[in-house]
């Protein structure tokens, strides 16, 4: 039997079998390290280049005394309703496990949070988002552009298609800060951006709810969320 290894950003080519047949065995490999069941005590998969970790060390310089957050780039199947954030942590791969791995060896401490729409959830909670029915009070102010999610309810109201809108976004503000979550602008984190990219790359998950009646999505990010002393 013949292996082969190789990364999944190279280029291959498979040739057409015109004799027997081809069986072909594919294996995602993940290492165990530095997660909360991790193996503390093992090399990563993948260890940061000395060209990575001088472009890390300036940024960190900038930020001492500061809590800094760096989006999770890929998508992990994840259901943040159910797990927290930390549990990505022993699945990280890619640019997200170089990231993680630097800031271990600089003796740093990353967390995983959720995030959405400028919301940011206690790294030890996940994103419960509660029926419409299943919660009192008023709804909080109205949310000019992070949440945008089409209903129908609302219009037997009177409303218009804006008002609409707004009515929907807030029920769904109101029950993400019910859920723990608080603003991000208020958590005294800065989020570490590229300002070379015209579109910031951050990984999705979903979490399912109701609003306005129908079934929707609310997209979830995870943030890298480091003290840098």
């Keep these: 039997m013949e292996w082969m290894a190789f990364g999944a950003d190279c280029e291959y080519e498979v040739e057409t079998v ?3 047949c081809r069986i072909t065995v594919l294996y995602g490999v993940y290492l165990k390290t530095f997660g909360p069941s991790g ?11 000395d060209q990575f970790l001088d472009l890390l060390s300036p940024v960190l310089n900038m930020s001492r005394g500061r809590k800094i957050a760096f989006y999770v780039g890929n998508d992990y199947g994840a259901r943040p309703s159910e797990v927290v954030a930390e549990t990505l942590v022993p699945m990280l791969k890619g640019g997200d496990s170089l990231l993680y791995h630097a800031l271990k060896l600089y003796k740093l401490v990353p967390e995983l949070h959720w995030s959405a729409g400028g919301y940011i ?3 030890d909670r996940t994103v ?12 909080a102010s109205p949310v000019r552009g992070p949440f945008s999610i089409a209903g129908s309810v609302y219009s037997d ?10 009515a929907i976004r807030d029920s769904l503000r109101f029950r993400v800060q019910e859920s723990g979550a608080v603003p991000l602008a ?19 998950e979903r979490v399912p709810f109701v609003a306005g009646g129908e079934m929707e999505k609310l997209v979830v ?3 890298m969320v480091v003290f840098v002393p």
């Design 186 to 204: 208020e958590s005294e984190i800065v989020l570490m951006t590229d300002w070379n990219l015209p579109t910031q790359v951050m990984g999705k």
């Design 18 to 20: 015109q004799i027997g």
């Design 157 to 166: 109201a009177g409303l218009s298609a804006h008002e609409e809108d707004l």
């Design 121 to 123: 959830w206690p790294v």
């Design 39 to 49: 193996v503390t005590n093992t090399e990563p998969l993948i260890s940061p280049s």
């Design 221 to 223: 990010n995870a943030l």
């Design 128 to 139: 419960e988002i509660a029926d419409e029915q299943t919660h009192g009070g008023s709804p």
